[in-house]
């Protein structure tokens, strides 16, 4: 199921109508019955997956919060089907179980071992059962995420009325992300863009390779940026200001920018429950950091090239912290007073970042990890 | 008809479709004006007129429905607080000499046994469980009261006069509306009379300067014994057509419900007190856009003293203003107004009066200019009758049209006031007034208590925490323990001292009187003691100094501009990378390894406080 299917748009109207039509009280247990019903409709087994996962979180809450190794062991447990399906996805045809799809079962799965952690950390409002379900089951953020965060999710829900200026913010959001997803990456890119490299450039010259890769990185922000919107236009309709995913991540100076704009709620997470409980039992930044960002790539696909990928970023990561402590930081000291020199800095910062991503991206937009070095060999006029 | 009432039944009649209540339940202009008349005629018929009626109850809509009829009616009423203790409840209602009364169940069970209520006839319980079903109106039991003269089931009076819109008597402006008790635990009550002219003035006063309309709603959480939640909430939103949002009584862990209740229900001003605007700096960033909604118009910061630092911290902090104000129980609630028009504004002073007189006056009684302290007198239709059957008391205070406050103030050239002290023996705490003689009182008459001082210390979230020494009899010698349980007993907590320190005897003059200034001076030195051992143990200020001068030296900024609450959120270079770096930079420092849950908990700044705190203490 997408977000241009017909069933979806569909939802995004009907949903915010009955949604505000029925009394408050009714509101949760609606939203929460709907998800049920789609879930069951499109994969039972994502439902009973997901009541699972809810049920869970709440135990661990409720009974675990204090145990640091029972949290753990929640933790991983929340895990595996996440794990398991990612794994699976791997080895269709090679005697793995026919591929049974679990819907948003990558950003249920990560919301509920935050849950979890934030349990142990006290990080969680006084709450209820009934707020862990309305959190978990929540349905804007069921197909795409942001992977977003209970105690935000909890304050909008006490707060939630309905706002005619919201609910217009909301509309804009779904208008500006159907707009990136069907125009933008689906029309301008894919159509006109790579069209035209396809139609007009000699077919594996490093031009087009180049060109090719600009315009898939390009692709893969608008279409990801334009699921976002959708989502959180959805939320706001529904009274929710659910967190931000994209904060201009091609217009960033360095890499270590780049990640703290793009996809900001799985590399915030990344950050608050990989890295620094790593960097804590370690006292090693760069292992934090590369671990954070291999998660970062396997949660996307247990592959080798989303592994390689995800090391790839996290060197970057590291390279650029080492750049900045030996160089980085007495280049900006010097130009601080010459604008000039400072716009054409941030520029080639902004162009090297943006590079060094889009080459990282050629890595995982072929199929293998052969084919993608191969691509990035014919690029750099290596094959 | 005094011109309250007629401004009562004018709301009811032009809001009818207007909800007035957001409380336990919601109620609508016209299901109040329906109870309202129900119970007006049932205080008609009771023959309530010029006489008292005590409402102890912590059902708000009880007690508005009550307190609405029974100034339609021309009663008048005594509102106390449900919460205290049966003594200090029957001290009042002695004094009060009511023939009605409106309490909770559980009150009047209490109160069975006192012998408080033998000349309180007409007695109405409100069942502490009701919840009206639909519009029926609150619940209230009839079942006739052990030892009681008349008893009433209220519900069967509402039901047979439900269809009766309200109505008033004729009721002179100068009639009484109210009687507050603002002293007299033990003995002695002050109860300050407002007249319907008095309160009508006032309500006036806050619709004009706080632009209040039909589409306005304001918060206030203050209790109703109280001014401050009688009159500059629900009275003020009844007469402008605002609805009133009360679902609960504010304690500090309502605070993050308070603030998300805000939005929810398009709050457009909150009346608060200054130790909640405090408090509202432990709220993490998830909290600072509270106020950030087209509707919201500012906050009101009455009863007690606004510290300017803290006064800017939250204008800065949520991006509001705070209307700071000025008044007492005896100008019916406020007389002096700090905004909300920029050039009535003017940060540390409580503003300027308005539809009221002010004058500073020396001892002698003579007029002061500007710059110089003396005592505030103030004047205006606003000012109370006197204090109920206290002649002595009201002749104290009143003095041709003239309140003296016994606050000393001074006002600035351009005519802005400010309190800098106090001539009257008052202790203000998070916005309630406690008299030390009444804490003495009840001290006094805890078994092995001999004597007891009452004096207050400031502090920096309550303005004032009223702190006291006793002496004790050494054949009893009750602990402090002992002596705050038996406190409780007798008088409500709010009341209880922060602090009770005993003594062998109190440092006194010549002619035996206690001498306040040594006393306090032994008292600070004991607690400057016990703060040093403190320190001592834990280095405590210093954890905190130190821990602020690392991260200002990795985050590159001002240790001025850290706070506890200081946060990724709310700090430009904090980042990941910044976040380990004090992590690490803290180890180094305190000589000791964060654990991974400690690490995962370091979120603000004063988690880190925290955590070194606790570790160098272990």
């Not at chain 1, 990612?86 to 950003?107: E, H, V």
């Not at chain 1, 929540?138 to 919201?166: E, K, V």
């Not at chain 2, 007629?6 to 004006?33: H, V």
Request: hydrophobic content about 45%; glycine content about 8%; aromatic content about 10%.
């Amino acid at each position: 199921m997408s977000v241009l299917s017909l069933i979806w748009v569909m939802g995004l109207i009907l949903v915010p109508l009955l949604y505000w039509v029925v009394p408050e009280r009714f509101r949760s247990p609606l939203l929460v019955a709907i998800t049920l019903a789609v879930l069951a409709f499109f994969s039972p087994v994502s439902a009973i997956l997901l009541c699972c996962a809810t049920i869970f979180a709440w135990i661990a809450y409720r009974f675990f919060a204090e145990n640091g190794w029972a949290i753990a062991a929640c933790a991983s447990v929340q895990a595996v089907p996440l794990v398991y399906f990612k794994a699976t996805q791997q080895f269709q045809g090679f005697g793995a179980p026919d591929l049974i799809i679990a819907i948003g079962l990558s950003y249920y799965a990560l919301r509920a071992i935050h849950y979890t952690l934030e349990a142990y950390k006290g990080g969680l409002p006084q709450h209820g059962p009934i707020d862990v379900v309305n959190y978990m089951l929540f349905l804007p953020t069921l197909l795409a995420g942001p992977i977003h965060r209970f105690p935000q999710f909890h304050q909008d829900q006490q707060r939630r009325r309905w706002n005619s200026a919201l609910f217009s913010e909301g509309l804009e959001r779904l208008l500006y992300g159907y707009f990136k997803i069907a125009f933008i990456a689906n029309v301008m890119i894919n159509e006109w863009f790579i069209g035209h490299i396809n139609d007009h450039m000699v077919e594996g010259s490093r031009s087009a390779l180049y060109l090719t890769m600009i315009a898939k990185g390009l692709n893969g922000y608008f279409q990801f940026a334009g699921y976002s919107d959708v989502a959180i236009g959805f939320a706001r309709l529904l009274g929710f200001r659910i967190m931000e995913n994209f904060n201009w991540p091609l217009v960033r100076r360095n890499v270590q920018e780049f990640w703290s704009a793009w996809h900001i709620s799985l590399t915030s997470w990344c950050r608050e429950y990989v890295y620094v409980p790593v960097f804590s039992l370690t006292r090693a930044r760069w292992l934090g950091i590369i671990s954070a960002m291999m998660v970062l790539g396997l949660w996307h696909e247990f592959t080798a090239r989303y592994l390689v990928w995800g090391i790839y970023n996290g060197a970057g990561i590291v390279a650029w912290h080492q750049w900045r402590r030996l160089a980085g930081e007495r280049i900006d000291a010097a130009i601080v007073d010459n604008s000039l020199a400072v716009r054409i800095w941030t520029a080639i910062s902004i162009l090297l970042t943006m590079h060094f991503v889009f080459i990282g991206f050629t890595l995982v937009q072929n199929e293998t990890l052969t084919g993608g070095l191969g691509f990035l060999s014919a690029l750099l006029g290596l094959a | 008809m005094s011109k309250l009432n007629a401004a009562i039944l004018g709301s009811f009649s032009a809001f009818k479709r207007r909800k007035y209540l957001i409380g336990a339940t919601e109620l609508s202009y016209a299901d109040l004006a329906a109870e309202v008349g129900a119970l007006g005629m049932f205080l008609e018929e009771s023959d309530l007129r010029g006489e008292r009626l005590l409402l102890i109850t912590a059902d708000n809509r009880a007690l508005l429905t009550a307190f609405y009829a029974s100034l339609l009616k021309g009663a008048t009423s005594v509102i106390l607080d449900p919460k205290a203790p049966v003594a200090e409840l029957s001290t009042l209602i002695t004094a009060a000499d009511a023939r009605g009364i409106v309490a909770d169940r559980s009150i009047l069970d209490a109160l069975q046994d006192t012998g408080a209520l033998k000349n309180v006839a007409i007695r109405l319980p409100v069942s502490e469980a009701a919840r009206p079903a639909k519009k029926s109106g609150f619940r209230i039991f009839g079942n006739k009261p052990a030892g009681g003269h008349i008893a009433d089931d209220l519900t069967t009076v509402i039901a047979s006069h439900a269809k009766q819109p309200p109505t008033a008597v004729d009721v002179e402006d100068e009639a009484i509306a109210y009687i507050l008790f603002t002293s007299g635990t033990t003995s002695n009550p002050k109860g300050v009379m407002i007249s319907h002219r008095a309160l009508h003035a006032q309500i006036q006063t806050f619709i004009n300067n706080y632009r209040l309309s039909s589409d306005t709603t304001v918060m206030n959480l203050l209790p109703f014994h109280h001014t401050d939640g009688l009159t500059q909430g629900a009275v003020m939103c009844l007469l402008s057509g605002s609805t009133f949002v009360r679902p609960y009584a504010f304690t500090p862990d309502m605070l993050p419900q308070m603030m998300d209740d805000l939005y929810k229900h398009s709050v457009s001003h909150l009346v608060t007190v200054p130790s909640v605007l405090a408090l509202t700096k432990s709220l993490d960033s998830g909290y600072a856009e509270s106020f950030d909604y087209p509707e919201f118009k500012f906050i009101i910061s009455t009863a007690a003293y606004l510290d300017p630092r803290l006064w800017q911290a939250c204008e800065e902090r949520f991006g509001i203003q705070i209307v700071n104000v000025y008044g007492l129980t005896e100008t019916v609630c406020e007389t002096m107004y700090c905004g909300p028009g920029a050039k009535e504004r003017r940060l540390g002073s409580v503003g300027k009066p308005i539809d009221s007189l002010a004058k500073i006056v020396d001892d002698n009684g003579t007029e002061l200019g500007d710059e110089l302290d003396g005592e505030l007198l103030v004047a205006g239709d606003h000012i109370m009758s006197g204090y109920f059957n206290n002649p002595d008391a009201t002749a104290e205070v009143l003095d041709d049209g003239w309140f003296r406050t016994g606050d000393i103030a001074k006002r600035d050239t351009d005519g802005f006031y400010y309190i800098v002290g106090r001539k009257k023996d008052l202790i203000i705490t998070g916005g309630m007034n406690i008299y030390p003689e009444d804490v003495n009182g009840v001290l006094r008459s805890i078994p092995g208590v001999l004597d007891a001082v009452t004096f207050a210390l400031p502090d920096p979230m309550w303005g004032e925490r009223a702190v006291s020494c006793v002496t004790c009899d050494s054949s009893v010698d009750p602990s402090v323990e002992t002596i705050t349980s038996e406190f409780l007993t007798r008088a409500s907590r709010q009341k209880l001292p922060r602090e009770i320190l005993k003594l062998d005897d109190f440092p006194r003059g010549p002619a035996g009187k206690v001498v306040m200034s040594e006393i306090k001076a032994l008292f600070i030195r004991q607690l400057s003691q016990q703060e040093a051992q403190k320190e001592q143990t834990a280095d405590e200020g210093d954890v905190e100094a130190r821990i602020y001068s690392i991260a200002a030296g990795i985050l590159g900024c001002e240790t001025q501009a850290l706070s506890n609450e200081s946060e990724a959120e709310t700090i430009a270079n904090w980042t990941s990378l910044s976040h380990v770096e004090m992590t690490l930079e803290l180890e180094k420092a305190f000589g000791f390894k964060f654990t991974p849950r400690e690490i995962m908990k370091f979120r603000r700044l004063g988690d880190a406080v925290d955590i070194v705190r606790k570790r160098t203490a272990a």
